[in-house]
């Protein structure tokens, strides 16, 4: 017997309402952090207005990358996988790089 939680029909499982609310918060802060700065940019506010209207926006995109982590071995499953990625990304970039006669 399978002792999983129950799953959608159409694969919406307890994760994907957790992403979901993590794209979320991401993006909201990425928008408040975007709005200060280009604010504070043009003028619009000072700089203590604009740390006022950053700091929910960190706020936000930490919080989204803390509900993106499911739990912790996941976190290292997916820390591995990501760092033998880049590791053959590097290699491929490498070995372009020396076939045309360039050196590092």
Request: hydrophobic share 50%; charged share 15%; net charge positive.
């Amino acid at each position: 017997m399978d002792a999983g939680p129950p799953q959608d029909p159409a694969g919406h499982g307890p994760r994907r309402g957790r992403r979901r609310r993590a794209a979320w918060c991401v993006s909201a802060g990425v928008i408040l952090g975007a709005a200060a700065v280009a604010c504070l940019a043009v003028g619009a506010i000072s700089a203590q207005q604009a740390v006022a209207i950053g700091l929910p926006g960190v706020l936000l995109i930490v919080a989204g990358l803390i509900l993106a982590v499911p739990d912790p071995a996941t976190s290292r499953r997916l820390g591995f996988e990501a760092g033998l990625q880049t590791g053959s990304f590097l290699s491929r970039l490498l070995s372009v790089f020396r076939r045309r006669g360039n050196r590092f």
